[in-house]
């Protein structure tokens, strides 16, 4: 059984900081490209930053420069730390595996920025 259990979240005032965790398991996850997507109110869920299975990252424009993402092979579980986060970052931030076109979700968790 796949899982991926994002964990992290909250409220934060612009400036702050806060790091997303997703720990996987039922998947390779060695030779999975992870990702983070989110999904802000009243919009589409967009790619926020994806780590391939060799450790090439990339990243929305939006987050170039505060967001970085990682990855531990050994804990089988991806990181989002993001700094001077923004009111604009508030969304739900899904996490996603994929593998040969085998893609999987986490349940998702809710970053809130205030102003």
């Known amino acids: 059984q796949v899982q991926l259990v994002e964990s992290g979240g909250g409220l934060v005032q612009a400036g702050g900081s806060l790091r997303l965790s997703c720990a996987a398991s039922?998947?390779?996850?060695?030779?999975?490209?992870m990702g983070w997507y989110r999904r802000a109110p009243g919009k589409q869920r967009e790619l926020v930053a994806r780590?391939?299975?060799?450790?090439?990252?990339t990243y929305a424009n939006s987050v170039k420069g505060r967001f970085t993402i990682s990855r531990d092979n050994a804990k089988n579980t991806v990181y989002l730390q993001m700094n001077s986060l923004k009111p604009e970052d508030t969304a739900v931030y899904y996490c996603?595996?994929?593998?040969?076109?085998?893609?999987?979700w986490g349940q998702g968790t809710q970053v809130a920025v205030s102003s």
């Open positions: 780590i391939t299975s060799s450790g090439s990252t």
């Open positions: 039922g998947i390779i996850f060695s030779a999975s490209a």
């Open positions: 996603n595996s994929d593998y040969y076109s085998l893609n999987y």
